[in-house]
């Protein structure tokens, strides 16, 4: 930690998660940065920088939309960045907030994640499609799902997964965002109902998959000395990583996320974690399909490789289980609007840690949280370890 | 949430509300296009696809042989330093069957879409293009596949020369 500041998380704020909403992403953002300002005690005077996620512009149609959300975020006059990294942009923001106190510079950042998807019809979908290489990729006739198909094969093959022991993982996600108040999509389901459910790209089917969303998160962080004045309840930022793969997708082996190792491997080394699974105490993987819960536990080291799907059968993972896995509901039962929902299971880490999570809380004063999420072409890990 | 927050805020909107005009709304379609240059390495792959063939490019420092070609190893971060034909067959790293579009419209007749790994090229270097002639269900992992390519005079230097990979007759008994 040498030269750098600690940095603390002191409030969060969270919007309703819905497949359309009424507001629009700048008071989407106006609406989750007043929740966290409030939680924190803290007023937008307050704040001596702010730092902003969102994801693809091609959703709003608005391509410069870090200035357009600027103002409902709060950033009127104050230094001001929109970070970027496709879907790892949720676990991101919060990383470039950190540095901006961990450096000195600052001794306070809000920190917010905004992402309206609805606005782009007749389906978002469509506009994933500029991701990819215009001249090798999109004549083929690409859709964002097919690349989760075929990594979620592979996945499977390589360690002879099956279809049910992926459907649990939706099946416990719904069933936790159940207790969520602003979960899209919680629903108590079963193994077979996801098994029966539409084939889209085999073999991801209708319920492996998570929503479109739109929906805002917020966080408040402050240096070391602001935050034991204000609080007695800090939640510290202990360690972080990030690590980009090769835009080369179709050139590596897609079983496994190498990049989401080394994001986790720099996080633990900063926070002095050396045997993960013993440590973290709650964990919120990135979890847009089912089979990415588990692929991530892998990848965050949280368990051996293909060693995820055994886990979940056993109930390891559930709330009540030795290693609690996304007791949000995650992506897949809160919703998954692209930038805010990276940004609820860093929300949903503080709340733990704190004792906050109400019907949601995990048992056994868990002192050690993850999040993490996961973008670009199946490329980038972001990783942020929490500690109260 | 924090059980310490007693209201959350947004309100939620149904697309009929959009639909039949319940709320104010405004619409718009860009009209932009796009033309994009391939590139050198990509350029010459696509020359060499209308000609009926699959090019690569080496790195004498790493020793792969890459496949999409590219000018620079993004590993050994170097010029790459030579051009080298890889075959028109491979082996299925992994595919989908896709009842999507790409406008998430479905589609009664499934796109087959794999993963092939190029031979001649290093190991796990492979390209996305879909499948034809084979029935879904007898598709597999490490199947050996070939190009079908389109006739000469329709080619224009495009990755879709190619139709699509089929099974080497071997590989589907």
Request: charged fraction near 25%; glycine fraction near 10%.
């Amino acid at each position: 930690m040498f030269g750098k500041k600690r940095v603390a998380v002191v409030g969060a704020g969270l919007t309703l998660f819905r497949r359309r909403m009424k507001e629009t992403g700048k008071e989407l953002s106006w609406e989750a940065s007043k929740m966290a300002l409030d939680a924190a005690g803290m007023e937008l005077g307050d704040m001596q920088s702010v730092v902003m996620g969102t994801a693809p512009d091609a959703f709003d149609g608005v391509h410069m939309k870090g200035e357009y959300l600027a103002d409902g975020a709060g950033a009127y006059r104050k230094p001001y960045t929109r970070v970027f990294v496709g879907g790892g942009t949720g676990v991101f923001t919060p990383l470039a907030g950190w540095w901006h106190v961990a450096s000195g510079q600052f001794d306070s950042c809000l920190v917010v994640a905004e992402e309206k998807m609805s606005s782009c019809y007749p389906h978002p979908q469509f506009a994933f499609t500029t991701i990819f290489d215009p001249i090798l990729e999109r004549p083929i006739g690409m859709n964002l799902i097919w690349i989760f198909a075929l990594e979620m094969h592979r996945y499977m093959h390589k360690h002879g997964i099956k279809k049910e022991d992926i459907a649990r993982v939706s099946v416990k996600n719904k069933g936790n965002a159940l207790d969520h108040p602003c979960a899209q999509l919680g629903a108590k389901i079963t193994v077979e109902d996801v098994l029966n459910s539409e084939i889209m790209a085999w073999p991801v089917q209708r319920l492996d998959v998570s929503p479109t969303s739109d929906g805002a998160g917020a966080l408040v962080l402050v240096s070391e000395d602001v935050a034991k004045e204000i609080t007695d309840d800090p939640v510290w930022i202990d360690g972080v990583g990030w690590c980009i793969d090769g835009t080369y997708w179709t050139n590596r082996d897609l079983y496994y996320p190498d990049y989401v190792e080394c994001a986790a491997r720099m996080a633990y080394k900063m926070a002095g974690i050396k045997n993960p699974p013993k440590e973290i105490d709650v964990a919120e993987p990135y979890d847009p399909f089912d089979y990415k819960e588990l692929h991530h536990m892998e990848g965050l080291l949280l368990c051996k490789k293909g060693e995820a799907p055994k886990l979940t059968a056993e109930g390891v993972t559930q709330r009540d289980g030795d290693l609690p896995i996304n007791p949000s509901g995650g992506l897949l039962g809160v919703g998954n609007p692209i930038a805010a929902a990276g940004l609820m299971k860093v929300c949903e880490i503080f709340w733990q840690l704190r004792g906050e999570a109400g019907k949601r809380q995990i048992p056994g004063d868990p002192r050690t949280g993850l999040a993490q999420a996961w973008g670009d072409l199946m490329q980038y890990g972001s990783v942020i370890v929490m500690r109260r | 949430m924090s059980e310490k927050i007693k209201h959350y805020q947004g309100e939620a909107l149904k697309s009929a509300d959009f639909k039949e005009g319940r709320v104010p709304t405004e619409k718009w379609r860009p009209k932009v296009k796009f033309a994009w240059s391939a590139g050198i390495a990509i350029g010459k792959f696509l020359e060499e696809l209308k000609k009926g063939k699959i090019i690569a490019s080496a790195c004498s420092k790493c020793g792969r042989i890459m496949v999409p070609p590219r000018i620079y190893c993004e590993n050994c971060f170097k010029p790459t330093d030579g051009w080298k034909y890889v075959k028109d067959t491979g082996t299925i790293n992994t595919y989908s069957i896709s009842y999507l579009a790409a406008d998430a419209s479905r589609l009664k007749e499934p796109i087959l879409v794999a993963i092939i790994d190029l031979d001649g090229a290093s190991e796990g270097m492979g390209i996305i293009h879909k499948l034809g002639e084979v029935d879904k269900e007898k598709i597999k992992f490490g199947m050996k596949v070939k190009a079908v390519w389109k006739p000469k005079e329709e080619r224009v230097g495009s990755i879709t020369d190619i139709k699509y990979f089929k099974p080497l007759k071997e590989a589907i008994l």
